[in-house]
């Protein structure tokens, strides 16, 4: 079911990979796409990180609860959906992916593993 | 000449406010649209701090240099495009903002300003 899920957001973005994680850095499944140059296990370990400084900083900014992050750099794009206050769920692209796409696609997982995940 | 870019963007956009930074969390400009629950500096500088961490994360990752972050939390969508080494330019819109004219306008202000700034 989550793997589905997961194939479902890469193959209708043609993104790298996907993966749903939680705060702690431990995968909870991946689904690998086309050939990527990057590791998603090793990507969502360090989003984990990230993502979880960016909400202290939404908190103490008083922005609420951070719903979406997105990184772009030379070689890769990375989506991320915060699913709830323990899992969230990351694709990797190539730069020239569609992220509009992918935001979507990564919406429509985070409501159809929300209740799985609560 | 910064002060008039950063209108156009924040003007196209319907953001809240932008602004450029250093890196050091410095604001070198800001420009303010509507009225904004939230101070553009204070976000700015939080921005700093959490862009510079997301760079040592894709160096790590062999990912290159970072050039567009992006942050959509309940009360507010952050985006950050990285002008050089020692800046980048933000913008505050709300949740409901149209965050790819952000995005685009964002790049705009960047090929304008890039000169200047190096």
Same mark, same amino acid.
């Given at each position: 079911?989550?793997?589905?899920?997961? @194939?479902?957001?890469? *193959?209708?973005?043609?993104?790298?990979?996907? %993966?749903?994680? !939680?705060?702690?850095?431990?995968?909870? @499944?991946?689904? %690998?796409?086309?050939?990527?140059?990057? !590791?998603?296990?090793?990507?969502?370990?360090?989003?984990?990180?990230?993502?979880?400084?960016?909400?202290?900083?939404?908190?103490? %900014?008083?922005?609420?609860?951070?719903?979406?992050?997105?990184?772009?750099?030379?070689?890769?794009?990375?989506?991320?959906?915060?699913? *709830?206050? !323990?899992?969230?769920?990351?694709?990797?692209?190539?730069?020239?992916? *569609?992220?509009?796409?992918?935001?979507?696609? %990564?919406?429509?997982?985070?409501?159809?593993?929300? !209740?799985?995940?609560?």
């Amino acid at each position: 079911m989550f793997k589905e899920a997961l @194939e479902t957001a890469v *193959n209708g973005t043609g993104g790298y990979a996907a %993966l749903l994680m !939680d705060f702690e850095g431990i995968p909870l @499944e991946s689904y %690998l796409g086309q050939e990527s140059p990057f !590791d998603i296990e090793v990507v969502g370990a360090e989003i984990s990180v990230l993502v979880k400084q960016i909400q202290r900083a939404a908190e103490m %900014l008083e922005a609420g609860g951070t719903e979406e992050v997105s990184f772009k750099s030379e070689q890769m794009t990375t989506l991320v959906r915060v699913i *709830n206050q !323990d899992y969230f769920a990351a694709m990797t692209l190539s730069p020239q992916g *569609n992220a509009g796409r992918g935001r979507f696609e %990564l919406r429509m997982l985070a409501s159809k593993v929300r !209740d799985e995940l609560s």
